[in-house]
Each structure stands twice: as structure tokens, then as C-alpha cells.
């Protein structure tokens, strides 16, 4: 289930940039954060990729997303200049940020390279 994020629940979740400078991931497996708009066409194209995407990691991956314009100071920490940018973090290491609409094979390849995480096996 993809889970809506505001500052305060992105804080406390994924990455507390008030009080650390350095990257420092609050959570304790992988997540993908989803930075989108209701008015983008391409954004739209892909949730139901990342909707998809959340069944098949349940309990290996979270997904947030994040709308930018209702959080804008969260998306200007970030350096969002276009959407969707999806940001693709580790448990551990540096998260990688990409932007544009993939297919959901290509999303598929960037968690299983960059999160190092295979999807849950659907019975």
C-alpha cells in the first residue's frame, strides 16, 4: 500500500533533514519516494505502476508519495525541478533519485539493482 506523505510523517519516516546534514535513512527497509502532481499527465501514468509495484515488494519495499504542491518545501529540500522523480533509497547507503515515467520493468530493475531487493512471492 503506498502511503501519503507530508513533511512531518517524511521526517519522521524517511529522512529528517532539519536536524541532520548528512544523508541519514529513518526507516529500516528500502523505500521509493514518489514526488507527483495531480495535474501531471506522466504522474498519473505512473501510479498505478507504483500502486502495483507496492503489492509485489509488500513487506520488502515501502512507497511514499509526495505531493509537490502541497508540500513544496519538502519537494525544494529535495531539488525537485521536474516530475515525476522518483527517489529510490537503500536501507543503508546513499538513496539515487531519477526522473521521468518508466515502465514498470524499468522501475523493476532500479529496485532490484539500486534497493538490492527481490519482489515477495505472490500467492
Partial sequence: ??????????????????????????????????????WCGPCRMVAPIIDELSEEYKGKVNFYKVDTETEQELSAAFGIRSIPSLLFIPAEGEPKMTAGAYPKEQFKKIIETELNVTPALIV
Fill in 1 to 38: 500500500m503506498v502511503e501519503h506523505l507530508t513533511k512531518d510523517t517524511f521526517l519522521k519516516k524517511v529522512f529528517n533533514y532539519e536536524q541532520n546534514k548528512e544523508w541519514k535513512y529513518e526507516g529500516t527497509i528500502p523505500a521509493v519516494v514518489d514526488f507527483w502532481a495531480e
